[in-house]
């Protein structure tokens, strides 16, 4: 049964050699896609900016915590990301290449740029990586301007679109609240490594767009999907995901901690105990979709909610620490620490020794994908440092 002390052991004794060793691609640099259940690489025939990105930040926070045997590869992966995936003739950075680093696909991606800024700011924070910050500051003025959707009837900041052609053409897609989620996440990172308040400030912009036009406070729900001018996708617009919630809950705690406006707190609150109220199914698995009054609509489960409902419980045992919320919501973690081995850990291991894992289940909780995603070292690294109570470097 893993505790979340043990959850910490997984991540630096198994997790990240994983990492280091198998995904980390010696040949011709950068991180491989995916790994199949035998921890070999997956022939896809392309390599992601968002892998890239987080390979990269579970290597470099483990550096951080005092693990820095994977250095080099680190290195190596971000010399492959800067090379490759960096467009010089338009700026940004290209959302997938060829193995090797031959362009593949030039479209600029919201999602995998927020990831990019994340996984700078923390190859910035480990190995002071030449050119980092100025990069992430490229970036951020590039997907500022170039992004850019009207501004809110309020005034309010109106958010970025999905993404773009690699001019920088806006594609129209749907609009969702989930790379906006992500940017939060790397803004704070850049606030967090550099002690520059400008980037808690831009951080602050997304909250407000978080507050204004993503969380519904009649149902205490956080809005998936959404059109150009922000209303509920028709097609989609109803899907409730309590993985998101968990991660918004864990995300508005640490924006406050760093200094941003306290009155979030309560809306992590309510995202928190919604998700926990209506996100779990009988056998203690979290579903992927439900409703907004928590209705399920998809009763398969996925191990990066379990994480992020990790993470979001331990926020709120040391927010209420003392109080019988506190007290539930540390119980919470650790009965989530040990499903996360129950159900996804163990299933793929046996005796521990590999860092591998299962990707999803289906409705009954049966492993329906045993192939590796370099995306997902990710949840799994983070919810074991926020477990540890690692603390981040002063800037």
Known sequence: MLSTVALTRYALDRLFPLCRDRFADAALGGFHERLDAAEQPLPLGYKRSMVQARQLYVLSHAALVGERSGQAAAERGYDFLVRHFWDTRHGGWFFKAQPDGQPLDGAKD????????????????????????????????????????????????GGLAEGSAADWTLNGAVRRQNP????????????????????????????????????????RTLGEFFTQDWRPDPATGHIVEPGHHFEWA??????????????????????????????????????????????????????????????????????????????????????????????????????????????????????????????????????????????????
């Open 250 to 395: 864990w995300l508005l705690d640490r924006y406050v901690r760093q200094g941003g406006d306290a009155t979030v707190l309560g809306l992590a609150d309510a995202l928190f105990d919604k998700a926990v109220a209506h996100g779990f199914l009988a056998d203690g698995g979290i579903m992927d979709q439900m409703d907004p009054q928590g209705a399920p609509l998809l009763r398969t489960r996925r191990i990066w909610p379990v994480a992020e409902a990790i993470k979001a419980a331990l926020a709120q045992a040391r927010r209420h620490s003392g109080t019988p919320a506190g007290d539930a919501a540390a119980a919470l973690a650790q009965r989530l620490a040990s499903h996360l081995d129950t159900a996804f850990l163990a299933p793929a291991n046996g005796d521990h020794a590999s860092g591998r894992w299962i990707e999803t289940q289906d409705e009954t909780g049966a492993p329906t994908m045993r192939d590796l995603p370099g995306s997902t070292p990710y949840h799994l690294f983070l919810a074991a440092m926020e477990a540890a109570g690692s603390p981040l470097p002063a800037p």
């Open 180 to 219: 906006h989620m992500h940017l939060l996440e790397a803004l704070l990172a850049l606030h967090e490594f550099t002690g520059d308040d400008t980037w808690l400030s831009e951080a602050g912009t997304v909250v407000g767009l978080f507050r204004s036009r993503f969380y519904d406070a009649t149902t």
């Open 110 to 157: 919201f999602y995998g740029h927020a990831f990019v800024l994340f996984g700078l700011a923390y190859a910035h924070a480990a190995f002071a990586a030449p050119r980092a910050i100025s990069l992430a500051q490229e970036t951020w003025g590039l997907m500022r301007d170039r992004l850019a959707m009207p501004t809110l009837p309020d005034g309010g900041w």
